[in-house]
């Protein structure tokens, strides 16, 4: 193991070096050794980062040779254990970015790199390369069919290249729970992966989405990592506040409803979260308004249309929302008029949909009236 | 090196301007429209790029040439196209230079190396980057796992579709069918996608409108063709189904292979024939079987004397006949549907193969398959010795007849192939039919000579090799008359078919058949008709399992003294 770590943190100063100054040393045999050595690092990767014991290791090797790094040579770009897996990819692409990478290196590169044959085939002498017309024609590939759109009615409000990344996504979490002991890397995974998507968060919600939503009849496997992403989801704190509230306010309503009536769990997590932003909401008197507390949760009026949207949903889903709301209004004093308890008005203001002119409703419309002018 | 004209240079750019990234539906349409001469164009250009000894002077001349590469490098339907994305990073390779001499140089790299990095790495900081970045494989293992979650559910939509296009939906998915069908114009020849592909091709609509682009249709039909689809055999021959020009084509093409082959072609010639999955597609498809058959028979009319024309369609006949056995017999047309223009009496006999039948009933067989033949011919006699005028439409349509049933007897040349055989061990007496089956096969009209006389000619012709096969080293004066035969204009396949039967099956011994073919057979072209006469016989046996070793021996040392490398002249 020792010689392994050796040799990965050797490839990771190789590495390095590619996107500094030094790399106008650097000849055609140069760039082949140094893709030797990459490609040698996938390796490893492939061998041993699903295993709980020994992953360790080769993160702190890398930790400790990224902070040597970045020490030594300005700008320095660690490099993550993800990295590794595509270590020759990595390589090509830091050359390709360093303006100061000599044009001959570049000759050699793309000679070598099978860049203008028609044929998938490994050339004997040419296996460390890298196939990039397959990979470029594989790229174009997948934006020209990601361009469609489904029609099928489950996930219709999700385009179909998310509901491809979502697929990609469960099976790479799927892949790395089938091995024993990695709830933690899975965790370290999924955290990363946040990092890495940067503004992209909206984007991120609704493919977490597409995973969620994915049927289970046919890959049971799938199943685990839903509940997984669930969990993360719920874990995952930013600004005090858990991911998955984040992502109920970034995705569409219909979207969230649809979750809730896929799964019970979602429900009730769904609806945890909806308990909480009306929670901390105060009613202003002067106003006659429900307002959050909370700058980061929304306002009233889109609480109300998130139930809204569950009630258009119908039954069972909007049965049970509707019996729950009754229960906190029963334990908040069970009042029918506005202003007293949250979740009284939720369910007026809900309730209104259609039935407005019920006699009920003109009877609270005439009490709040009432209400409204005593104070 | 030619200039490329100014025109084309507008036309391009132009095409490449307006495809942009190919995102509104005409872009798309329009871009797999010209795929095709798009190719041609970035060769030539390809090759005026490397005929320039520098970059700099590679812009001065061709001031374009950056951007027009630069804007399909975005398009990806130029870029997932196999072919033309080769040759735009060939084309962009050669604009890239290792020793730059001057700004334009230096800029051209640095764009070059810009575009490559475009082109093969997502936008750091979008969902697309981080899950390639965390997938834990290599990209391109990434991407095609991509493309291949894309290609399963756009398949099982395009064939739920298939399920589910009643006539109650509002609007037919056909639009939306060939919006798919264009993007995957480039990717016909992508394995991964084949299932699309398929799934497009065996899609049924009850609308009445087309759901494949023309492109499309032209593309799978060009790749499979080029061998270059690999694609399930029920989805090529939906498309045949769909585009009888395509199936026309893979006719013409298996034609073109048969024609142009010079041995390869004849030692598999059943392997050719059923990888043309054409049997098969005949087999199932009675209208495709007819179109074919359509084909042969204006070919067969236009090469009449064509031995290598004659084989084709007798084995692709045997063929069929052998893939309609291995099918279910209730769900299979009935035969007469696919030889419409034949009586059923004559169908009976010659479509049963002699393989069905004893040899020791092959004569009796032989004479009532003969009778047949003979009623429908004295038939056109009769009415060609009336010549009323209005019997003219009668008489044509026997002349038909009698061309329908001389066609039948090609597509069961098995039959004839039997009548040789026997002609070889036979006595004078029953060697009357056989001759005249023979007769029949060789010289259908009365074009130039008569047919008395014809079947003179074959009576002599076979006279004579019985002399000569009985004696053990035949004598040079007997070669004469077989030689005198062969050459006439007239009867050359005829002679031939009786003397290649006979050195296979007559009882004189290899060596000295061998050096009569040797000495008969001098001229190259004679020596193609042999080796094709042989290969049919061989075919023939081999189906019927009747290829014993001294029969086969004989063969292999015919075919051998008969191969380029023993022709007389080679040493």
Known sequence: MEAVLKNLGSTLEVLAVSETEFVREWDARTVDRAFQWAKYCEHVYNRFHANPSIRPVLEDCLRLTNERLSEGLSGHRALSLADLAQCRHRLFIGLLRNPLAPHSVFKSLFDNCRLFEDDGDTKPGRETHLDLSGLIMCRSACKLLGSFQLNSQETSDISFSTQVQGLMLLQRLHAIQCHPGNDSYLRKLMDTFLQDVGQDLDHLFEVIAACLLIENETSEEHTAAQDFLLDWLQDHHQNHHSLLQTMCQSLPLQMCTKLSQKQKKIRLMYWEVLKQWASSMEYDVSGGVWVQQCDTFPSFKTLVNHLKSIWRSGSPLKEETEKELVVLKQVDGDFEVQGLSVWTDLLLHVNTMGKIMKTGGCRFLHDSDKIKRSS | ?571
Not at chain 2, 56 to 62: R, S, V
Not at chain 2, 257 to 285: F, I, N, R, W, Y
Not at chain 2, 332 to 339: G, S, T
């Open chain 2, 1 to 571: 090196m030619a200039v490329i004209p100014e025109l084309q240079v507008t036309f391009w750019m132009d095409k490449a301007v307006t495809w942009g990234q190919a995102t509104s539906l005409s872009a798309r349409l329009d871009t797999t429209k010209h795929l095709n001469s798009l190719r041609s164009f970035l060769q030539q250009l390809l090759e005026k790029l490397q005929s320039m000894s520098s970059t700099a002077e590679a812009m001065k001349n061709l001031p374009f040439v950056g951007q027009f590469l630069g804007r399909l490098c975005w398009n990806p339907y130029v870029t997932a196209d196999g072919e033309s994305s080769r040759l735009l990073l060939q084309c962009v390779w050669h604009l890239y230079s290792v020793n730059p001499q001057n700004a334009v140089e230096r800029r051209a790299n640095e764009w070059i190396q810009n575009l490559l990095y475009h082109l093969t790495s997502e936008e750091e900081g979008s969902v697309g980057h981080a899950l390639e970045k965390h997938s834990g494989s290599l990209n391109q293992h990434y991407y095609s796992e991509t493309l291949k979650k894309m290609v399963a559910l756009l398949t099982e939509e395009v064939s739920m579709n298939c399920i589910s296009s009643t006539p109650f939906t509002e609007r037919c998915s056909c639009n939306r069918l060939r919006a798919v069908s264009v993007a995957c114009v480039p990717l016909v020849t992508c394995p991964l996608v084949a299932p699309l592909t398929g799934a497009l091709l065996k899609h049924q609509v009850s609308c009445g409108c087309s759901h494949l682009s023309e492109e499309f249709i032209e593309a799978v039909s060009t790749a499979w063709l080029s061998k270059k689809l690999v694609i399930e055999d029920l989805a090529v021959i939906a498309l045949w189904c769909h585009s009888l020009s395509s199936l026309e084509r893979a006719v013409l093409s298996l034609l073109e292979s048969v024609l142009s082959d010079q041995g390869s072609v004849m030692q598999s010639l059943e392997k050719t024939v059923t990888d043309s999955l054409l049997p098969k597609a005949s087999a199932l498809h009675c209208h495709l079987s007819l179109l074919v058959n359509d084909v042969f028979r204006n070919v067969l009319m236009t090469m009449e004397e064509n031995l290598a024309v004659r084989s084709l369609i007798q084995v692709f006949t045997a063929c069929f006949l052998q893939i309609r056995t291995d099918q279910n017999p209730e769900e299979r047309p009935p035969l007469k549907a696919f030889f419409p223009h034949v009586p059923q009496s004559l169908l009976t006999p010659l479509l049963t193969t002699p393989s069905e039948v004893p040899k020791q009933a092959w004569l009796q067989h032989l004479c009532w398959i003969r009778e047949l033949v003979q009623e429908i011919l004295c038939e056109r006699n009769g009415e060609e010795e009336g010549k009323e005028k209005e019997e003219e439409e009668k008489s044509r349509r026997q002349r038909r007849a009698v061309f329908e049933t001389w066609f039948l007897l090609v597509q069961c040349g098995h039959w004839v192939d039997a009548a040789a055989e026997l002609l070889v061990s036979v006595g004078s007496e029953e060697s009357e039919p056989l001759l005249f089956l023979l007769t029949f096969y060789h010289h259908p009209t009365n074009r130039g000579h008569q047919n008395t006389q014809q079947t003179m000619v074959a009576r002599e012709a076979w006279s004579h090799l019985r002399i000569l096969f009985l004696t053990h080293t035949p004598p040079p004066e007997k070669l004469s008359p077989v030689q005198e035969l062969l050459s006439s204009m007239f009867s050359t396949n005829l002679v031939l078919h009786l003397l290649l039967n006979f050195a296979v099956f007559s009882q004189a011994s290899a060596s000295s058949v061998s050096e009569v073919i040797q000495k008969l057979l001098m001229e190259a072209g004679m020596r193609r008709k042999a080796a094709w006469i042989l290969s049919s016989v061989q075919h023939r046996l081999n189906r019927a399992d009747l290829l014993d070793a001294r029969v086969h021996s004989r063969l292999k040392t015919l075919q051998d003294s008969l191969a380029p490398a023993n022709a007389p002249g080679c040493t």
